[in-house]
């Protein structure tokens, strides 16, 4: 059974930066596509930013240029750094693994940005 554990999140002001990282334990392989999603009250959840395994990204056009994904396969691991932080960013993120059609969640972490 894949598990993917989130850490990182929290309070920041507008402008600050964040790191946010995901483990996936329970798994022989590095998941396919690794990435972030992200929920805020009141609206869907949405794609932030994944990373393939061949290293192939795509970002949200919401955060292009403030946020980066990266993956490390041998710790079977992705991050994510957020830098110039803006309020509209807060939600809780989710961590999002794939392994052929089998997608896995993890249970999300927090991240709060006040102006």
């Known amino acids: 059974q894949v598990q993917l554990v989130e850490s990182g999140g929290g309070l920041v002001q507008a402008g600050g930066s964040l790191r946010l990282s995901c483990a996936a334990s329970?798994?022989?392989?590095?998941?396919?596509?690794m990435g972030w999603y992200r929920q805020a009250p009141g609206k869907q959840r949405e794609l932030v930013a994944d990373i393939r395994s061949g290293g192939f990204t795509m970002y949200a056009d919401s955060v292009k240029g403030r946020f980066t994904v990266s993956r490390d396969n041998a710790k079977k691991s992705v991050y994510l750094q957020m830098n110039s932080l803006k309020p509209e960013d807060t939600a809780v993120y989710y961590c999002r693994g794939t392994w052929g059609t089998i997608v896995y969640w993890g249970q999300g972490t927090q991240v709060t940005v006040s102006s």
């Open positions: 329970g798994s022989m392989f590095s998941l396919n596509t």
